[in-house]
């Protein structure tokens, strides 16, 4: 009876750990991107021409928005994977950019209770660039990279009572400079548990093993 009660405390105690750890955005890396250097629907303040090559225009999929999207080595972008602290092992071929005051969305729903959000973030040659986090509506943080700064983790915890639906990033219209650009990629959004949560992880694992110590004896 004492093992199956502490059998059943350590599959619910990984079963809330694997939730906890699963990322509930989609395709936060923005892979699968329809070019190497597309915009998806090009803020009104936003040239689009490099030089005199017009921009391609795609789709990133689960995104939507006014942002750009490139891949990793772009060289006019001045080549995220080359800038200070990119992983390419976690962070993929592909950055999204958010220029100017553009936007970049996604319509993920959540659920009452707690939540982590973190993503990598950095800043190509041109300018400073400011942007501010929401979901639902509400501001999470202001961030400011800094022209040419290489990547950074930004983390965020917040709090939904009754849930809520849409994440974004949205570009400072107080930039006219289309080239002030934040790179963005890593982004992730985790349920943070419950303190009694956790205390039935611990009771999990301490149970499992007092039962493999009874077990080797």
């Given at each position: 009876?004492?093992?199956?009660?502490?059998?059943?405390?350590?599959?619910?105690?990984?079963?809330?750990?694997?939730?906890?750890?699963?990322?509930?955005?989609?395709?936060?890396?923005?892979?699968?991107?329809?070019?190497?250097?597309?915009?998806?629907?090009?803020?009104?303040?936003?040239?689009?021409?490099?030089?005199?090559?017009?921009?391609?225009?795609?789709?990133?999929?689960?995104?939507?928005?006014?942002?750009?999207?490139?891949?990793?080595?772009?060289?006019?972008?001045?080549?995220?994977?080359?800038?200070?602290?990119?992983?390419?092992?976690?962070?993929?071929?592909?950055?999204?950019?958010?220029?100017?005051?553009?936007?970049?969305?996604?319509?993920?729903?959540?659920?009452?209770?707690?939540?982590?959000?973190?993503?990598?973030?950095?800043?190509?040659?041109?300018?400073?660039?400011?942007?501010?986090?929401?979901?639902?509506?509400?501001?999470?943080?202001?961030?400011?990279?800094?022209?040419?700064?290489?990547?950074?983790?930004?983390?965020?915890?917040?709090?939904?009572?009754?849930?809520?639906?849409g994440l974004s990033f949205?570009?400072?219209?107080?930039?006219?400079?289309?080239?002030?650009?934040?790179?963005?990629?890593?982004?992730?959004?985790?349920?943070?548990?419950?303190?009694?949560?956790?205390?039935m992880m611990a009771?999990?694992?301490?149970?499992?093993?007092?039962?493999?110590?009874?077990?080797?004896?």
């Amino acid at each position: 009876m004492i093992r199956n009660i502490l059998a059943a405390a350590v599959i619910g105690a990984a079963a809330m750990g694997a939730q906890a750890s699963t990322n509930l955005v989609l395709n936060g890396s923005f892979d699968g991107s329809t070019g190497n250097y597309v915009y998806n629907a090009p803020p009104a303040s936003v040239t689009q021409f490099y030089g005199s090559v017009p921009t391609q225009a795609g789709t990133v999929a689960d995104w939507t928005g006014s942002f750009v999207s490139i891949t990793a080595h772009s060289g006019p972008w001045g080549n995220p994977s080359g800038l200070a602290g990119f992983n390419a092992a976690t962070q993929g071929g592909y950055v999204a950019g958010v220029q100017a005051d553009g936007t970049l969305s996604q319509a993920l729903t959540l659920a009452e209770g707690e939540y982590s959000l973190s993503w990598t973030t950095a800043n190509r040659s041109g300018a400073s660039q400011n942007y501010s986090v929401f979901f639902n509506g509400v501001e999470l943080d202001q961030v400011t990279t800094i022209a040419g700064a290489g990547w950074t983790t930004e983390t965020v915890s917040f709090t939904t009572l009754t849930g809520g639906t849409g994440l974004s990033f949205v570009g400072g219209t107080n930039y006219q400079h289309t080239d002030a650009t934040s790179f963005i990629d890593n982004v992730s959004v985790s349920v943070v548990p419950e303190p009694t949560a956790l205390l039935m992880m611990a009771f999990g694992t301490l149970g499992l093993l007092a039962w493999r110590r009874r077990a080797s004896v």
